[in-house]
């Protein structure tokens, strides 16, 4: 029988190898542990109560699910002993104190696509590790390209913690039985081109044109300018849709839109795009805005928002260059603007 390593093994050889620091490695596995006991609760489904059930909402107007609280909780608790300064979590206004003088801070998204519990599609834990940066004006707000480490755990058939600590991207599955992630998948890499998107297709309307003419150009297939069919996936469920992504290429695209509150996109700067573009930058894929590197933003606040095309490396590449030939127009091209999800 094959011979898995645990989480707690590899992080100690990359502690012996000076490729992680021991405080680390503390964290990443009081996240860990926080996340086996999230998983134990979403097993249950509705023998752990009313997991669904509205509780308000957050401070950045999103609706909070019992289970949103529940995680947040979970988490808190866990890193209450791991050497770190502070907290910043979707579930809470502002950043939490934690061990003063600590070297490390969290940021963290206690349980992503919380919508998706009640029809049990996979949701998930998103976490990003920085310096604390004692004495900093505001240490929180540090682009990711500061990241020490940063993972998710998606909550599904299985339940698999994939995490970089800057040298490549590793998934480990739950044993359940021994209580242990351990290493299933190491060096992953995501295969450079792709004939699958992901997107929210209801939202067209609100695009800007550079978004609807790539997804003109998808949908048009062999027939089109791409001369490839492509297959369309939504999942509303971030960890879900990055980890198809991981497995076998792709591209997910969630840009900023026409709609109130969408103007900067949708998806947290910190939380959950940081760390997911760290993991796919690591596992050889590319994450932008359409214009910038995903890592490279400079955050002005802790539940900022940002607009996150991730995936498949060329692919990428391709959607860039939408935007681009956009800017050399030097305005948003009337042509985008009218033409139909379907492009003669």
Same mark, same amino acid.
């Given at each position: 029988? $094959?011979?898995?390593?645990?989480?707690?093994?590899?992080?100690?050889?990359?502690?012996a190898a000076a490729d992680?620091?021991?405080?680390?490695?503390?964290?990443?596995?009081?996240i860990a542990s926080a996340t086996m006991e999230i998983s134990a609760i979403i097993a249950r489904g509705p023998l752990a109560g009313d997991l669904g059930a509205s509780r308000g909402d957050n401070t950045d107007g999103d609706v909070q699910k019992e289970l949103d609280l529940v995680a947040n909780d979970i988490v808190i608790a866990a890193l209450q002993d791991a050497p770190v300064a502070w907290i910043v979590s979707e579930e809470l206004q502002d950043p939490l104190q934690g061990t003063i003088d600590a070297p490390l801070g969290v940021a963290i998204d206690p349980?992503?696509?919380s919508s998706n519990i009640d029809t049990n599609t996979s949701v998930g834990t998103i976490?990003?590790?920085?310096?604390?940066?004692?004495?900093?004006?505001?240490?929180?707000?540090?682009?990711g390209t500061q990241q020490l480490a940063a993972g998710y755990?998606?909550?599904?058939? $299985?339940?698999?913690?994939?995490?970089?600590?800057?040298?490549?991207?590793?998934?480990?599955?739950?044993?359940?039985?021994?209580a242990a992630f351990r290493l299933t998948?190491?060096?992953?890499?995501?295969?450079?081109?792709?004939?699958?998107?992901?997107?929210?297709?209801?939202?067209?309307?609100?695009?800007?044109?550079?978004?609807?003419?790539?997804?003109?150009?998808?949908?048009?297939?062999?027939?089109?300018?791409?001369?490839?069919?492509?297959?369309?996936?939504?999942?509303?469920?971030?960890?879900?849709?990055?980890?198809?992504?991981?497995?076998?290429?792709?591209?997910?695209?969630?840009?900023?839109?026409?709609?109130?509150?969408?103007?900067?996109?949708?998806?947290?700067?910190?939380?959950?795009?940081?760390?997911i573009a760290f993991i796919v930058e690591q596992a050889g894929g590319a994450g932008t805005t359409g214009t910038q590197r995903l890592l490279e933003i400079e955050p002005n606040g802790i539940h900022q928002r940002a607009p996150m095309i991730f995936g498949s490396s060329r692919e990428i590449t391709r959607v860039e260059r939408y935007f681009q030939?956009?800017?050399?127009?030097?305005?948003?091209?009337?042509l985008f603007n009218k033409r139909g999800l379907f492009r003669a």
């Open positions: 029988m $094959q011979s898995f390593d645990t989480l707690e093994t590899y992080l100690s050889q990359g502690t992680v620091s021991q405080t680390v490695a503390d964290t990443v596995i009081a349980l992503d696509g976490f990003s590790v920085l310096p604390a940066q004692t004495g900093a004006e505001d240490s929180t707000l540090q682009p755990v998606i909550y599904g058939p $299985q339940t698999t913690l994939v995490l970089t600590l800057g040298h490549g991207t590793m998934m480990f599955t739950l044993d359940r039985e021994q998948e190491a060096d992953v890499q995501i295969p450079e081109t792709t004939r699958e998107f992901a997107i929210n297709a209801s939202n067209f309307r609100h695009w800007d044109g550079p978004i609807r003419a790539y997804v003109d150009d998808c949908l048009n297939g062999e027939e089109g300018f791409r001369d490839s069919n492509y297959n369309m996936r939504w999942l509303a469920s971030l960890v879900a849709e990055c980890h198809r992504i991981l497995s076998r290429g792709g591209v997910f695209l969630y840009p900023s839109d026409a709609r109130k509150g969408y103007a900067e996109g949708r998806l947290r700067l910190l939380y959950e795009v940081n760390p030939q956009t800017r050399m127009n030097a305005e948003r091209s009337q």
